[in-house]
């Protein structure tokens, strides 16, 4: 939230790659979205959820291992807000987060999850590397 993709694929090198390879990047918050009805109670009835995650052939979510205050561990579960329109992100934390998180998981379900694990710990004169 409150960041650019476009200029994240700039900055990180991730625009000369694709191009290298020949890869699409898609920044999904320029994305069109459709609203998609969800099939379980909670705080929202439908979820905007950006068309080329829907019309993909095989959907990948690689979240990095961490905590949230309101939630204690989403692992991979909340990651997938990144396929939602801007609004509806900033909507799920007005909301009761836990089962806005199990209604946008009951909508789309990730062909492969990949957590990293890593975490970087930065100690004076030294990196260490936990895993």
Same mark, same amino acid.
């Given at each position: 939230?409150?960041?650019?993709?476009?200029?994240?694929?700039?900055?990180?090198?991730?625009?000369?790659?694709?191009?290298?390879?020949?890869?699409?990047?898609?920044?999904?918050?320029?994305?069109?979205?459709?609203?998609?009805?969800?099939?379980?109670?909670?705080?929202? $009835?439908? =979820?905007?959820?950006?068309?080329?995650?829907?019309?993909?052939?095989? !959907?990948?979510? #690689?979240? &990095?291992? /961490? %905590?949230?205050?309101?939630?204690?561990?989403?692992?991979?579960? $909340?990651? =997938?807000?990144?396929?939602?329109?801007?609004?509806?992100?900033?909507? !799920?934390?007005? #909301?009761? &987060?836990? /089962? %806005?998180?199990?209604?946008?998981?009951?909508?789309?379900?990730?062909?492969?999850?990949?957590?990293?694990?890593?975490?970087?710990?930065?100690?004076?004169?030294?990196?260490?590397? &936990?895993?």
């Amino acid at each position: 939230m409150g960041y650019s993709a476009t200029k994240a694929f700039e900055y990180c090198g991730y625009r000369d790659m694709a191009s290298r390879y020949g890869l699409n990047l898609v920044d999904l918050e320029r994305d069109e979205f459709v609203k998609k009805p969800v099939r379980m109670e909670g705080p929202f $009835k439908s =979820l905007d959820i950006a068309r080329t995650v829907l019309e993909c052939d095989f !959907f990948i979510n #690689v979240p &990095l291992m /961490k %905590a949230h205050n309101e939630t204690l561990i989403t692992c991979s579960l $909340k990651n =997938l807000k990144g396929i939602l329109s801007r609004s509806m992100k900033t909507a !799920f934390h007005g #909301v009761n &987060l836990h /089962k %806005a998180i199990a209604q946008l998981n009951s909508v789309l379900i990730p062909h492969l999850i990949i957590v990293d694990g890593l975490q970087e710990i930065y100690i004076p004169r030294a990196v260490m590397i &936990l895993w």
